[in-house]
């Protein structure tokens, strides 16, 4: 057998916690041949309500499940961890202002990053799925100095499954017909959901759907579907949003399919598509050997970089807010 590795997930006591950890403990995350060892961190209020989804796991008797805890304590909850999925996030709430939705997520994701830089394995991998999740991602991983950059990613992946969801049920195909989705730049009502490439049974989808659906339906219906889903579940999503964690870092660790790619919310080290350093941004990327490629030489289109841009500018204005508040 496989030596365990060990998995931490923040906000465990939550709605994505739930939808999430069984998939884990099943083999889901890693591949069917590697024990987990899983630890569940929340805050002191809800440690009683992880504790019982930890015994819900026991319960479930998975053979990769090496062992279950719960702490309340980063740095332990941390300790040799190979994998992070950062939830736990603080939600806005009515009459929240952005400054104070900014501060109260620097402080999770700060002393987190902190302690991921001080007890995580040396491979660690972070997915920041907590929102404002783009803006998080860049907190945890600047306050990781130890950790190189390219290890701290946003999720993305929702909104790239929603995409090919809504192109799939257009053309009347079948999800695995589609490949080479895209949606740039930011998990929030900027992003870029973006069919230039995407091909539907090897056929270019621009020439399958038209340009009105594009601007007037599959954009706004992509960038809002988190709306709707809790408009029509009465609560937002959460098994969509586990399932799509779970395939992003399947797919970091285990690799992407030959001729397609994902989109990823990956560090931008300034050298693809005009993004600045020190963003990290909805690109399209493969994975090898447990890191990220960005998929570079795409043509873009007039439209394409009007929506590259305006997340740039989403992303940089979140992250000067970020700065003046001395978050980071
Ligand atoms: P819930 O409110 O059900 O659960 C969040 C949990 O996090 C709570 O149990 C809370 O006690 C815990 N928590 C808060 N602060 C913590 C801390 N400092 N350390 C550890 N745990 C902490 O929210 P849920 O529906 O599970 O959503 C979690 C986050 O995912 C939210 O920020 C949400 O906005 C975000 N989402 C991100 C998505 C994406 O695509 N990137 C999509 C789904 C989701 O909206």
Redesign the pocket.
Known sequence: AKTPVTVTV??A?????YALLFRIASGGLLGQDVPVRLNL???PQ?VKAAEGTAMELNDSAFPLLESVNVYDDANKAFAGTSVGLL?????RTKGMERADLLEANGG?FGPQGKAINDNAADDVKVLV???P?NTNAVIAMQSAPDVPNDRFNA?MR??HNRAIAQLAAKTGSAVADIKKMLVWGN?SADQYPDVSYATVAGKPAPELVDSEWLDSYFVPTVAKR?AAIIEARGA???AS?ASSAIDHVYNWVNGTTEGDWVTGGVYSDGSHYGVPEGLIFGLPVTSKGGSWDVVDGLEISAATQAGIDHNIKAAQEELDAVRALGLI
């Not at 006591?13 to 916690?17: E, L, P, Q, V």
């Not at 939830?87 to 939600?91: I, K, N, Y």
């Open positions: 923040t906000g006591a939550g709605n994505i916690g961190l929340e805050i809800a939830v736990g996030a603080r939600p999770i799925v907590g929102n999740a999720m929702l909104d998990h988190g937002s999503s959460a949003a």
